[in-house]
Nanobody, 128 residues
Framework: QVHLVESGGGLVQPGGSLRLSCAVP????????VGWYRRAPGKQREMVAL???????NYADFVKGRFTISRDNARNTVYLQMNSLRSEDTAVYCC??????????????????????WGQGTQVTVSS
């Protein structure tokens, strides 16, 4: 299992922007899908955006047109550019590989602790 490290969160006004960064080992970035996920207070964790090794991306409906996922192989980093932020975007944002996400889901469904497959994340707070 690999541990990814998130950064870039903070406090921003509605309509503002933030860029999150995820440090990803090169061996993972070049071979696996990496995604951004978020969990707001009182809600389930949800997928935000995914980027595959070949650069193709997918987005949740609630961020289409506002967020952009990208990667910089030279810097071993996956980014999430967040524009037009809304209060409902407030959440802890984590990056993870598809493999670890599947492990987390399987653990949760079988009564185990799925949280061990997630890192600390970075807090995004959207408020006036």
């Amino acid at each position: 299992q690999v541990h990814l490290v998130e950064s870039g969160g903070g406090l921003v006004q509605p309509g503002g922007s933030l860029r999150l960064s995820c440090a990803v080992p090169g061996s993972i970035l070049s071979a696996d899908t990496v995604g951004w996920y978020r969990r707001a207070p009182g809600k389930q964790r949800e997928m935000v955006a995914l980027i595959s090794a070949d650069g193709s991306s997918n987005y949740a409906d609630f961020v289409k047109g506002r967020f952009t996922i990208s990667r910089d192989n030279a810097r071993n980093t996956v980014y999430l550019q967040m524009n037009s932020l809304r209060s409902e975007d407030t959440a802890v944002y984590c990056c993870n590989t598809d493999e670890r996400v599947r492990d987390a889901i399987n653990a949760a469904l079988t009564g185990g602790n799925g949280e061990i497959f997630w890192g600390q994340g970075t807090q995004v707070t959207v408020s006036s």
